[in-house]
Structures are given as C-alpha cells and as structure tokens.
Nanobody
Framework: QVQLVESGGGLVQAGGSLRLSCAAS????????TGWFRQAPGKEREFVAA????????FYADAVKGRFTISRDNAKNTVYLQMNSLKPEDTAVYYC????????????????????WGQGTQVTVSS
C-alpha cells in the first residue's frame, strides 16, 4: 500500500503560478507511473499530466500543455506539478495518483488505471 499526500494548493490570481507536490510513503513509488488529475465542482475528474517511473517520459492534457510541467525526484519519493499562466478554468481539486502498470498513453489518461490516490489539494484561480 502506498499513501500519497498532495500539498501546495492555494488561491492565486490569473496568470500566476503554483507548484504542487505529491509525497509518497514508500520507496516503491519510484517504480510507478504517476499522474495528476483534477476535479472541478459539478464536473468529472479529468486527466492533467503523467510521468513514467524514471521521469524520462511525460504526457499532458491539451488544456495544460505548454503551461504545466510534471517532474519527479525519486530520491525524495515526490512528484511535482509546476503550474504557470494559471487561468480561472484551472480551478479544481488536484489529485495525484500512482499506477503500478506501464506508461501507456492510452491508459494513463484514465482514472481507473491508477492504483493509489491522494486526498487532493484545492487550487483556486481568481480572475
């Protein structure tokens, strides 16, 4: 069992930046594909970005491509999501998730592919 804890959310003005962190409880996390999802009020949870175990491969949703960057530090059992040029439509609860499977773009965009989830962190972007 891997426990994931997100941090770094908050309130920011449009155009601003935030960096989210996802800290894992076990070193086996470094072997897993890790993704970020978000869920806005009244909407379904949607894929944001994912990174493979080594950090050598990443994949982004079109809505965040060029603005968000996912990275990881396996020595710290932590994955990051750097969010720049934030927009009000980025407002949501952001969740990190770990997938014990391989990094396959057809799978990593789907929430059911992930085995472990954090509790989420709120990101609010004001206009």
């Amino acid at each position: 069992q891997v426990q994931l804890v997100e941090s770094g959310g908050g309130l920011v003005q449009a155009g601003g930046s935030l960096r989210l962190s996802c800290a894992a409880s076990r070193r086996t996390f470094s072997r897993y594909t890790t993704g970020w999802f978000r869920q806005a009020p009244g909407k379904e949870r949607e894929f944001v970005a994912a990174i493979n175990w080594s950090g050598g491969s990443t994949f982004y949703a079109d809505a965040v491509k060029g603005r968000f960057t996912i990275s990881r530090d396996n020595a710290k059992n932590t994955v990051y999501l750097q969010m720049n040029s934030l927009k009000p439509e980025d407002t949501a609860v952001y969740y990190c998730a770990a997938d014990r499977g391989s990094f396959a773009p057809v799978d990593i965009v789907l929430a059911p592919a992930y085995d472990y989830w954090g509790q989420g962190t709120q990101v609010t972007v004001s206009s």
